[in-house]
Every structure is written in structure tokens, then in C-alpha cells.
């Protein structure tokens, strides 16, 4: 009889529940065991997850912006179609999450923050630009009990994953991204270049009722919103806003092997 394979996105949960506690920050050798599974470089090696192991469609789909039903992905706001983001729900528990972000091509996720986490993020195929900040002074106690007081944040990432060079714009090799509670780029923004695919593991995953909720932010200044800087290591204002209306993450049906849980 044949001995069947665990599936990547088992072995993936198998390794976050062994690296992940409630205990500490995971140190940075810890999650280079969850980053090795979810694969470090752009190119699909023959350990890293894939997109057909989380049973997402085609690439030819993909790259036509259809779902897996062969049907456009976006729907009408006042009489325009907007790009509608997709998010297949994996797994979560108090400890971690793992969940697929879908994005059609010029769909974007604001800047939004992730308070208290470890968050590992994968491509899993196109091209997204990547934008991120950190806190100057993450320790702030004043700005921390005032979130909607407008602070400094030092620009960290502001690249593309998964494109050839363009002469344009930076180009990261790796296609696994790591962010930390207070470095890394803690407070990220995704645009998609064409349709594109993220998965991301967060440790621990957002919870309202304890304070990690998520915020979303634009860049302003003290006269109001003004545009980013490209400037690396550049320092700019960041308030609170409230997405657009037409910003809109729905449900999406998750088709791949199923997560089994261990006991202990």
C-alpha cells in the first residue's frame, strides 16, 4: 500500500505550532523554521508551499483576474467596477492564524498595523508592490493610549515581490517577508501589480476583545494629507482613517487539503 504525503500546508501548521507560544516574541531562528516551509526565495523550490497546495485555480486565471469559478473578480460601486479581495480563511487559534489574501490586478490593502505580532507573509504568485513602516518611537506611552494623535514612522520596505527588475523600481529576491511587533515594517500596505496571491501566517492573530485590533492609516502632515515619500529610511506622519467604502475583503471558499489539528 502506498504511503500518502502530509501536505505542505500541514507540515506548515505542524511547524507554527511547535515555533509559536504564548510565552515571548518567536526569536528570529524560530521563524526561519516557519519561513523554510513556506519557502525563502522568489522561485518555487521543491519544499515551499505552492499555490496548488492550497488548491487556489490556474495560473492563467490568475493572471486574467477570473476566480476559480472562471468569473470576474469585481463587483459595481456606483456605476465603476472595483477589484474585489479575497480572503480564504486556513487556520487560527489563540497562538497563530494562516490565511490567503487573493488580490485581482491594481487592488490594494491600505497601510494597516499589526499590534503585538510576528507576522510571516508568502507570494504565492504575480507581482505586488510592497510598502512599510515602523515607529519611530514605539514605545510612546502618551501616542500609544492616544491612537488617534498623528506620530512619526520611519519608512523600511518600499519594493515589488515577484517581477523581473524594471529599472524602476527595487526588486526583493525573497519572496517571504517577516515583520515583528516593533521592526520589520509593522504597519505594511499591499498594492497588486498584476493578480496576485499572499499567505500569511500571524502570530498571534488579531484580536479585538484584547486590544489587537486592526488600524488602518494614511500618510498626513500636520496641514493635512500629502503624498509618500520614496526615500528610504525617510520619516513621515501616520493617522488613523477609515478605509474607502469601496475597500472590501469578502470570504472566499478555501478548496485545499484540510488542516487536522494535533491534540496536545
Known sequence: ??????????????????????????????????????????????????????????????????????????????????????????????LFSMGVFVLPASASIPL????????????????????????????????????????????????????????????QTSATEVLYPTSGGNIHAFTALTSCAVLDVLAPPYAPATGRHCTYYRITSHEGEVEASDQPGSIEWLEEFHPPDDFVVQRGIYRGPRIIPSRN
Not at 483576474?65 to 487560527?92: A, N, T, W
Not at 505586488?128 to 523600511?156: C, F, G, T
Open 1 to 94: 500500500m502506498a504511503m500518502t504525503s502530509t501536505p505542505a500546508v500541514q507540515k506548515l501548521y505542524d511547524v507554527c505550532k511547535k515555533v509559536f507560544t504564548p510565552a515571548s516574541v518567536p526569536l528570529e531562528a524560530q521563524v526561519a523554521k516557519v519561513r523554510a516551509v513556506l519557502g525563502t526565495f522568489a522561485t518555487f523550490s521543491l519544499h515551499s508551499i505552492k499555490p496548488q497546495d492550497l488548491g487556489l485555480g490556474t495560473i492563467d486565471q490568475h493572471n486574467r483576474g477570473l476566480g476559480d469559478d472562471g468569473k470576474e473578480k469585481c463587483r459595481p460601486i456606483l456605476s465603476r467596477y472595483v477589484p474585489v479581495i479575497s480572503y480564504l480563511h486556513l487556520y487560527e487559534c489563540d
Open 112 to 171: 494597516h498595523n499589526h499590534p503585538g505580532m510576528t507576522v510571516l507573509s508568502r507570494l504565492l504568485y504575480g507581482s505586488m508592490h510592497v510598502r512599510a513602516y515602523d515607529w519611530v518611537d514605539p514605545h510612546d506611552e502618551k501616542l500609544n493610549r492616544n491612537p488617534s494623535i498623528a506620530r512619526q514612522a520611519k519608512l523600511v520596505i518600499d519594493h515589488v515581490l515577484g517581477t523581473e527588475p524594471n529599472g524602476t523600481e527595487p526588486q
